[in-house]
Nanobody, 119 residues
């Protein structure tokens, strides 16, 4: 099993920045991809960004390209999401998730961290 703990959420004004962290523990070697998702009130959870654990290949949702950057620190078993130029529509609970090798979906999820963008 993999345990995930997110941190770094908070409230920020439009145009501001936040950095989220997701620390993984447990069966780290089983991780192939780590990703961030978000869920706004009344909406379905949506993909934000992902990174391949070994090769560092990144994928972004169109809505965050050019504003958000996903990165990883393998030594710390931690993935980050740097969020710049934040907009009110970025307000959501952000979740970290992992996908194992050969797994069709994301297997483990964190508890989520709230991000609020408001003036």
């Amino acid at each position: 099993q993999v345990q995930l703990v997110e941190s770094g959420g908070g409230s920020v004004q439009p145009g501001g920045s936040l950095r989220l962290s997701c620390a993984a523990s447990g069966s780290i070697r089983s991780i192939n991809v780590m990703a961030w998702f978000r869920q706004a009130p009344g909406k379905e959870r949506e993909f934000v960004a992902s990174i391949n654990w070994n090769g560092g290949i990144t994928v972004y949702a169109d809505s965050v390209k050019g504003r958000f950057t996903i990165s990883r620190d393998n030594a710390k078993n931690t993935v980050y999401l740097q969020m710049n130029s934040l907009k009110p529509e970025d307000t959501a609970v952000y979740y970290c998730a992992t996908r194992g090798r050969g797994s069709p979906g994301y297997d483990y999820w964190g508890q989520g961290t709230q991000v609020t963008v408001s003036s």
